[in-house]
């Protein structure tokens, strides 16, 4: 008999910890920071305290539903349980979205850095390149994947130390028009109108991206239902405090700081703040980081395709297969790799924008499926429980939902035909499989033996 090969579980809180962070790369804040100091007039520090109550709310719905349903399903699983399965099924297509793109985001970015490097390089064989490394790291194991994912995040907050404590040092020698470390300005600003700070917000919203991905890791996590709400909690707080800390400083040292170009305004600041020597590790770090936020989004995307698989959403028998030493979605990391090649044909900006349209759909519906599943179905109504079970999720639906109107219309028009092809899809897999059990039931209905034969 065949033996049932399936997951381990040996993540620990750490590990899931700095996966969650790999995907979310803390060095996004560099990355975004000239269109996200334009969005916010400056008011940085405001626009990102903003942005963490925000997601705060969706964290704990997150950390609600991996407690209810510790599986790998992610969202799709949550509505799919506490809604409806085909809501479910609409949900997890529109996340397939998400999943897919960060991969292709990670070895574009990835290519685009390394090109500007070795000019001489055509991008499209660092896209190949990086995606047989990704492939690799992956099929190797989940640990293994945690141990470049640990070391690529230790080095970011590394470098994000010495960028903080640089400018504290310029700070208190008086090297900046900062008189003091201390000062509120950052937070209230100086009659500075709200609307910029909101708009900030719903742009940086987008650097926390990345909590809700070790959810698909449960199965393979050391008791889930507390390890991974305890991860998603740390991740966010980690990620808060670092860009928080950043803004601040920077906005206090230097409140007069100008730029032409937001697309390299963080390149200015570093030279600003260290020279060429800290620019070069930078880049050095940037590249790091873009890696392993490859290899945390891999690891992923194939959970969430076994995920599909096992529900039949997707071929059962290709992408729930495990490999039977190293206990890894095989078929489903190699499929990724090729997906991924598409990379060569899309442009930075569209992949970004696919990702945040199926990111913030299923936030929307994680918040909804919280109040569904325990203050419609479990009845969980007192005080307490109103607050924790209808209040919190609502505003974390409707701030999710408010962002995802502020995406472009080009976007979300893409994200509606790919809502249609999905619905398609489901239409035509549920008429199929009402075919197959018709015609399996007038089978068993001529093989069952007559009155008269009897």
């Known amino acids: 008999m065949k033996e049932n090969v399936t997951f381990v579980k040996s993540l ?23 269109v996200a100091h334009e969005a916010a007039n400056g008011m940085m520090t405001a626009a990102y305290v903003t942005a ?7 964290a704990f719905s997150y950390s609600r539903m991996v ?13 799919k349980k506490a809604i ?7 949900v997890g297509w529109a996340l397939l979205m998400d999943y897919i793109f960060s991969p292709i985001i990670a070895v574009l970015t990835f ?9 001489s390089v055509p991008i499209f064989v660092w896209i190949i390149a990086m995606n047989i490394l990704l492939a690799v790291v992956n099929i190797m194991g989940i640990k293994s994947a945690a141990r470049v994912s640990s070391m690529s995040v230790l080095f970011q907050i590394g470098f994000i130390l010495l960028f903080c404590i640089l400018i504290a040092k310029d700070i208190l020698t008086g090297d900046t028009s900062a008189s003091s470390l201390f000062s509120l300005t950052p937070f209230f600003g100086d009659d500075a109108p709200l609307g910029p700070v909101f708009s900030g917000a719903a742009l940086i919203c987008f650097c926390f991206l990345g909590f809700d991905a070790v959810t698909t890791m449960a199965e393979e996590t050391i008791d889930a239902k507390k390890t991974i709400p305890k991860a998603i909690f740390l991740i966010v707080l980690i990620a808060a405090s670092m860009y928080i800390a950043i803004s601040y400083l920077t906005q206090i040292a230097y409140p007069d700081f100008t730029f032409t170009n937001p697309d390299n305004a963080a390149y200015s600041l570093i030279q600003l ?10 880049m050095m770090v940037l590249i790091v980081a873009n890696f392993t936020q490859g290899v945390s989004s891999v690891t992923s995307v194939s959970r969430f395709l076994y995920a599909l698989g096992r529900e039949s959403i997707l071929p059962k028998k290709l992408f729930t297969s495990i490999h039977p030493k190293y206990k890894t979605p095989t078929v489903n990391i190699l499929f990724v790799a090729v997906i991924s ?25 994680v918040n909804l499926s919280v109040i569904a599943h325990y203050y419609v179905k479990l009845k969980k109504r007192s005080p307490k429980e109103t607050f924790l079970y209808l209040i919190f999720p609502l505003v974390g639906a409707g701030f999710i939902g408010w962002l995802l109107t502020l995406l472009d219309e080009y976007t979300l028009i893409a994200g509606i035909i790919w809502g249609a092809i999905g619905f398609i899809y489901l239409f035509i897999k549920t008429e199929w499989s009402k075919a197959r059990e018709r015609k399996l039931a007038i089978s068993s209905v001529d093989h069952m033996p007559s009155r008269k034969s009897m």
């Not at 407690?67 to 509505?79: E, L, N, R, V």
């Not at 409806?84 to 609409?90: A, Q, R, S, Y």
């Not at 260290?274 to 590790?281: E, V």
């Open 341 to 365: 090649l598409s990379a060569v044909f899309f442009d930075l900006d569209t992949a970004v924008m696919f990702v945040s349209f199926g990111a913030l759909t299923a936030f929307t519906f």
């Open 12 to 34: 620990k809180l750490h590990q899931v910890v700095f996966m969650g962070l790999a995907w979310m790369t803390p060095m996004i804040f560099f990355t975004v920071y000239g």
């Open 67 to 79: 407690k209810a349903y510790p599986i790998s399903g992610s969202a799709y699983t949550y509505t």
């Open 273 to 282: 703040v260290g020279g060429n020597l800290l620019s070069t590790l930078f």
């Open 84 to 90: 409806h399965p085909k809501v479910g099924f609409l």
């Open 52 to 58: 963490f109550f925000a997601i705060f709310f969706t």
């Open 111 to 119: 290519g685009i850095f390394m090109n500007t490097e070795f000019h």
